[in-house]
């Protein structure tokens, strides 16, 4: 069956870096789009950034851009998002998810907290 499982998260400063992992199996990770998402307290989940397959295009929310990127490495099934320069606003469950505009499998999520 389908698993993703994420890891990486935890307590960062303000202006401190994370890099999160997803661990994908059961189907061919080479041939999805991956997408990350966050959802902070009391909101929303947000689309934070989405590669393709290949890892040839990327996409990210404004909010993000010059801060977040996501990357894959398709030998190991992974999927990584390296957050550079974090701000207290990106707290937050961070999820990925199998896709691109549309979405079917979705991890357990990691806790990423900006704090001084």
């Known amino acids: 069956q389908v698993q993703l499982v994420e890891s990486g998260g935890g307590l960062v400063q303000p202006g401190g870096s994370l890099r999160l992992s997803c661990a994908a199996s059961?189907?061919?990770?080479?041939?999805?789009?991956m997408s990350w998402y966050r959802q902070a307290p009391g909101k929303e989940r947000d689309l934070v950034a989405t590669?393709?397959?290949?890892?040839?295009?990327?996409n990210y929310a404004d909010s993000v851009k010059g801060r977040f990127t996501i990357s894959r490495d398709n030998a190991k099934n992974t999927l990584y998002l390296q957050m550079n320069n974090l701000k207290p606003e990106d707290t937050a469950v961070y999820y990925c998810t199998r896709g691109w505009a549309s979405y079917d499998y979705w991890g357990q999520g990691t806790q990423v907290t900006v704090s001084s």
């Open positions: 590669i393709t397959s290949s890892g040839g295009t990327t």
């Open positions: 059961g189907f061919a990770f080479r041939s999805r789009a």
